[in-house]
């Protein structure tokens, strides 16, 4: 069975600060690993990681993803109360049936204060 | 990307009753899926509704209580029947991969059954 596991699971920083969410998991078919940002009820697209040591950047989020160790993380620099959310990581399953599944994690809660 | 609509927004509903939910694509897409985020809980998948043929239903989720039809490439149905408090969920549609092999979520259906 496809599992995903995030850390840590919430998170309260100060304006500024830089944080790191971490996303491991076992997939029987890996296809991609997907990171969402989720407000208020549909999670919205950030990035798709398919190869290892290749960093994917949008303004001030990056991640990488490492496919020997099977992680993945996130980076937040110069945060923003705007980036209050739930960031959810996902593999997709490549094999047969499941092709296209999404398996989530639980998700971490990053709260940002002024 | 493609765009996804969803009906409806959210509704209150009783229990022993069945609520509809619509799914409309702007592209015709192959697969489509429908989840579950039930409150404080990360995503599941329910199933795999492909145009053509019988959906596909996770462990945990039977035709019976979840029935879907997809008609066409363009659309689909997720009906949650005989409905109980423990429903009360955000029921979201998917599409992909795509052609970018990236999944997008409709906008969500928030269901509260009293």
């Known amino acids: 069975e496809d599992k995903v596991v995030q850390s840590p699971l919430s998170l309260v920083v100060h304006e500024g600060d830089t944080v790191t969410l971490n996303c491991s998991y076992e997939v029987t078919n890996f296809r991609s690993l997907l990171w969402y940002k989720q407000e208020k009820k549909a999670p919205t697209f950030l990035f798709m990681l398919t190869s290892s040591g290749i960093e994917k950047k949008s303004g001030r989020l990056s991640s990488i993803l490492d496919k020997k160790e099977l992680f993945s993380i996130l980076n937040i620099t110069a945060t923003q109360t705007g980036d209050s959310a739930v960031y959810l990581c996902a593999v997709s399953n490549a094999g047969g049936t499941s092709y296209g599944k999404l398996t989530f994690g639980q998700g971490t809660i990053l709260t940002v204060h002024p | 990307s493609a765009v996804i609509s969803q009906k409806p927004s959210r509704d209150i509903c009783q229990r022993g009753t069945s609520l509809t939910i619509q799914c409309q694509v702007d592209s015709q897409v192959t697969m489509m899926f429908w989840y579950r985020q039930q409150p404080g809980q990360s995503l599941t998948l329910i199933a795999t509704a492909n145009q053509g043929s019988e959906a596909t239903y996770e462990s945990g989720f039977v035709i019976d209580k979840f029935p879907i039809s997809r008609p066409n490439l363009t659309f689909s149905t997720l009906t949650v029947s005989n409905m109980s408090p423990e429903d009360s969920s955000i029921y979201l549609c998917?599409?992909?991969?795509?052609?970018?092999?990236?999944?997008?979520f409709g906008p969500g259906t928030r269901l509260l059954v009293l």
């Open positions: 998917s599409v992909g991969p795509t052609s970018g092999e990236t999944q997008y």
